[in-house]
């Protein structure tokens, strides 16, 4: 439907926030544009809770100046923010993902304090934060998503304390020592405590946020609630727990046994040279997921004859990603200057060390390398979840494979049979990778397997109906429902308790 069709209902029971739309607009050379649904888990997982509840999505269409009217696509109604130039580089490219990016990433790259972003993140959230009260029925269920929109739930509470707010972190929340840092981390607590529920990936940054509102607020924690008590106003509870995301590991699956994506899957090996191993490495080119570190560890394994370069290939998708801020810039540059140096020294004519590509697939070429991929190699430095080693285990419907996982990633807190590494550690990673080549059989099975039932059982669709059932306990006060951040015992280390009062 085209926006002029656009229907004129704003009165929506379910409201999701993100900063970018769960669709993306694509013009053809004549100039008609259209718009396709991203493949990403979040919508498949809460289409159907937008078709059940009369939802609406609002979001920013990923493209500047692009004044958009509300329109249905595919059974939901679209309601785009615009976001102009100034806003992208303050907002977005600034304060979202030069400032908050790094921060919340063990400031693995520094981060700016500008307080020309901070205003622009200011009045960006505002502007979503009205576009979503203008759509929201009375007493409707609004889910904020992710750090680009952390003022958001206070806001829209003081426009409409009527509904009932979710927000979700998709990334960490660092420690206390770290985000302190940060010249308006009150305000941005201030901002998350407008929610009825928030939600992070791990147990860890529950706990690093609470410790974080007890520091800087003074308000009490009554595991899981936070009680925010304003003078002059009644006490609210708000609870902040983890809900560690998944994805829609059944589609996943489903595409692995098709026998054409199968047959890419041989074809990938064939053009490889039909190596004896198979390694992969799958990321946005980033600097959170230690390219470098993975690339150094194979380098050195090369160089000291431990593989052969005929034995052993490495792919590397690198998906372009914030190509206009500086730290992702040098990024590439470093990465593409050391694949071209290892590939300069070790390749042969017929055997390439690093197949490396940096472009973005399509969930099908996806599924085609896992099924292709020998071992997943994920060594980043801090990611809140990680969701190519769920896509990785769910596509491995032959249980064979062998995952190596960085233990600074949000899903080794689930996947405790991946091979777990600590990425700094490069004598380790060189040490594990050999493990990885030369694991038997049956041990990879029993391992695939337990990683499979861990993602097939917690697929997204668990993970939305947990957040929202929380809401609504929240939301009736049932807060004795709730089940409280809980830390067993081989939980207990991810918890940062250097900052703990
Ligand atoms: O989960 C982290 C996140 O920033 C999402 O919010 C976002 O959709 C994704 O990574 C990709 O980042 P970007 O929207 O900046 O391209």
Do not use: C
Request: charged share 25%.
């Amino acid at each position: 439907m085209s926006p002029s069709e656009a229907p004129n209902s704003t009165d929506f029971a379910f409201v999701v926030v993100s900063n970018r739309l769960p669709v993306d607009r694509v013009t053809d050379p004549d100039g008609n544009s259209t718009w396709t649904r991203s493949p990403g888990g979040l919508v498949t997982a809460l289409e159907p809770v937008m078709r059940d509840a009369d939802g609406a999505w609002v979001g920013w269409a990923g493209q500047a100046d692009l004044e958009i009217e509300p329109f249905e696509n595919d059974g939901i109604h679209i309601v785009p923010v615009a976001l102009s130039e100034h806003d992208i580089a303050n907002f977005y490219e600034g304060f979202s993902n030069d400032t908050l990016w790094p921060l919340y990433h063990d400031v693995i790259a520094s981060p700016g304090f500008h307080r020309e972003w901070w205003e622009s993140y200011v009045l960006v959230n505002q502007r979503f934060a009205d576009a979503t009260a203008a759509v929201s029925a009375q007493g409707a269920v609004v889910w904020v998503q992710d750090y680009q929109l952390q003022l958001v739930p206070r806001m829209l509470r003081e426009a409409r304390p009527d509904l009932t707010i979710g927000f979700f972190n998709h990334i960490p929340f660092p420690p206390y020592g770290i985000y302190s840092q940060l010249p308006w981390r009150t305000q941005i607590i201030d901002g998350l405590l407008g929610a009825d529920v928030i939600g992070f990936q791990r147990v860890a940054d529950a706990g690093n946020f609470s410790r974080a509102v007890r520091r800087l607020t003074g308000y009490t924690t009554k595991n899981p609630a936070i009680e925010v008590a304003v003078p002059g106003q009644p006490t609210r509870r708000v609870v902040a727990r983890a809900f560690p995301i998944s994805i829609d590991a059944q589609s996943f699956e489903a595409l692995a046994r098709e026998p054409r994506i199968q047959e890419r899957a041989k074809e990938i090996r064939e053009g490889l040279g039909n190596p004896r191993t198979v390694m992969l490495g799958v990321d946005r080119l980033d600097y959170t997921k230690g390219i470098g570190h993975r690339l150094k560890a194979f380098g050195e394994l090369l160089a000291e004859g431990r593989v052969d370069v005929e034995d052993i290939t490495l792919v590397q998708v690198a998906s372009p990603s914030r190509e206009r801020v500086a730290a992702y810039m040098q990024l590439r540059d470093e990465v593409e200057l050391t694949v071209g140096r290892i590939n300069g020294d070790f390749g042969t004519i017929s055997h390439q060390a690093i197949s490396y590509h940096h472009h973005g697939y399509p969930r099908d070429e996806m599924v085609a390398l896992y099924l292709a991929a020998d071992i997943l190699l994920v060594t980043a430095l801090r990611d809140g979840m990680n969701l190519v080693a769920k896509e990785y285990a769910a596509s491995r419907f032959d249980d064979d494979g062998v995952l190596i996982l960085s233990e600074f990633t949000g899903a080794s807190d689930e996947l405790k049979r991946a091979l777990l590494v600590n990425p700094h550690d490069i004598d380790g990673l060189k040490d594990t990778i050999l493990q990885a080549i030369a694991m038997p059989r049956r041990e990879r099975m029993a391992r695939m397997r337990s990683l499979r039932k861990r993602v097939l059982e917690n697929d997204v669709a668990r993970w939305s109906s947990n957040f929202l059932q929380t809401l609504e306990q929240a939301r009736v006060g049932r807060y004795d429902r709730i089940a409280p951040i809980e830390l067993p015992d081989e939980l207990e280390w991810t918890v940062d308790r250097r900052w703990a009062p």
